[in-house]
């Protein structure tokens, strides 16, 4: 009897709503970030009095809030109704979608509604941005800030735009000395780092959105206890969320009523398919070649090129061997260097997926 007590019936599910999970859902609050907020208003808080904004970089590990605290900071002033703020455009550019100039100010044109960008080079589009943004003040969020292929967009808005706060947002503190010493020194920007969440506040932050995700009392409190745990260790909220949601699959997968350890070590298991980063925002080319080095997985960097070259790939070796390193910056493969051997140094490949888990050794 107990059995079918616990049973889930068919057509019911554990969750309420789904969305609340999703990486880029924008929760009411964002907890615990509250003295970065309020250090990033105050840069923008110029702008509101007509004067030019601050600017800021902000760096820290995946999955630390970054792009939520500026994301949710962009939302509230399109919400605020005083007319300051409505003199203030919000503009947030994932740079690794829009890595370079033309794609920034084509993306802008769409933003500000111009839609007359047929067959206009990169530097009359941008004219038109500017003439547009410099009736207002201008808000830029420039995400993955790392991925950009060129750093004139940065340059040009520090000139030719007025009034802006503009806020660069990446996971490697040493990409700011490395930046161009002309943006450098028209950037003055202020350092702020977004460091992990302790246990406290990643238990927080997932029981928060779990509220929102799933039906009451789905969750054992062991269960999500394992889940928060595994989390903290990782430092990765996002991956804290595909705990969540991968444990609610696997216990609908089980038409259990309820979510228990069992099915969040399920979870735990398929942690491995869980890319750090969304695939999704990989930028075309570079999720090609990360399509051909998961089916060419354990060759040769030269080879895995050739390979590229069969299937279409368009880029020289040079861009293409930067993507490489790029995505093993970001842990979706590895490159191993091996000396030695008929060809002198090569360098191994292999995609993340097909490394031995740690349970193999
Ligand atoms: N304080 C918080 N409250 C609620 N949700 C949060 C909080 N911090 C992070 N999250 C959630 O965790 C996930 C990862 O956060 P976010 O995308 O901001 O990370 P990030 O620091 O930008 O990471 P990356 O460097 O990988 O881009 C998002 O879904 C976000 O909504
Ligand atoms: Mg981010």
Redesign the pocket.
Known sequence: MGVIKDMLGSGETLFRDPIPL??????K?????ESQQRQISLCIRPLLEGRNGRNMFIH??????????CKHLLKALEEEDIEEAENIVPIYINCWQKNTFYKIVLGICEMIGYRFTHNKKSDELFKIVKENLNKKSVVFVL??VDKLEEQDFIYNVLEEIYKKTVIL?T?YKEWIVNLDQRIKSRLTAELME?KP?NKQETFG?LK??LQYAFVPGAWDDDAFNLAAEKTYDMG???AG?YLLKESGNAAEDASSKKINAEHVSKAIGKLEEFS??KKESLEDDTKFILEIIKNHSGNKIGDIFKEYQNEGGKAVYKTFQRKVNKLAEDRFITVKKIMGGAEGTTTIVKHAGSMKKITDF
């Open positions: 999703d990486y880029d859902y924008i929760p609050l964002v907890p615990y970030r820290g590990a995946p999955g630390v809030g970054k792009t939520v605290v995400d993955e947002i996971n977004f969440y932050v928060d959105r990765d909220i996002r969320l750090i980063k």
